[in-house]
């Protein structure tokens, strides 16, 4: 059972570069997330997807961008990345409806250098 | 503003301990209540859900427990094992996303 896959697993980049965090659910989810986790602190929603073609910001947007042109897969993007965006981030899906429980990814370990 | 509290955010205990590890929230206008485990390195899974119309969850040695009217979630854990040794986490879902308490590192000593 896959589940929930994010692609890479690790990162490091420079300040200034772009990259994409890729991830995919095998479960039919309608929705999808995407959160950091910071050290000390709680994750915290970055953007999330409630349907294929929609997204909409949660409470750390800037600097991130996202999209979901397929129902499986859920793209994070950092346009010109900064040292304040290393973090560990976590891809989740769920059901529809707000008492489903969220299925979690491995992480991805971003490195802004 | 939704918060979530978790203390402490340490402990250390013996092998075999009971033990209860705690969960406020500001805002009892939630639809669930999870608690999830996170080992150093690895990703979260899910420990058990609970229903804003429920008042306690049970998986094995776990038992969750959820107060809203007090804001107050406990997670007790029974027998405590080195293998229980990792960061516990709790997070409240007001609407699509989950607000979350910073963890609490739980050290089980053989």
């Known amino acids: 059972n896959a589940g929930v896959t994010q692609t890479p697993k690790f990162r490091v980049l420079k300040t200034g570069q772009s990259m994409t965090l890729l991830c995919a659910q095998d479960m039919n989810h309608e929705y999808m997330y995407w959160y950091r986790q910071d050290p000390g602190m709680g994750l915290r929603l970055i953007h999330y997807s409630v349907g294929e073609g929609t997204t909409a910001k949660g409470e750390v947007p800037d600097g991130y961008n996202v999209s979901r042109l397929k129902k499986q897969n859920f793209l994070l993007g950092l346009e010109s990345a900064a040292p304040s965006q290393t973090s560990v981030y976590f891809c989740a899906s769920s059901y529809e409806g707000s008492n489903q429980p969220q299925h979690f990814g491995d992480g991805t370990r971003l490195s802004i250098l | 503003k939704q918060e979530v509290t978790q203390i402490p955010a340490a402990l250390s205990v013996p092998e075999g301990e009971n033990l209860v590890l705690n969960c406020s929230f500001t805002?009892?206008?939630?639809?669930?209540l999870q608690w999830f485990r996170q080992d150093p390195g690895k990703g979260l899974t899910s420990l058990l859900l609970?229903?804003?119309s429920q008042r306690e969850q049970t998986s094995g040695r776990l038992n969750a427990s959820l107060d809203k009217s007090s804001g107050r979630s406990t997670l007790y854990i029974a027998a405590s094992q080195p293998g229980d040794s990792a960061t516990y986490l709790c997070?409240?879902?007001?609407?699509?996303?989950?607000?979350w308490g910073a963890g609490t590192k739980l050290i089980i000593k053989p």
């Open positions: 805002d009892s206008a939630i639809y669930n």
């Open positions: 609970i229903q804003s």
């Open positions: 997070a409240v879902r007001p609407n699509y996303q989950l607000i």
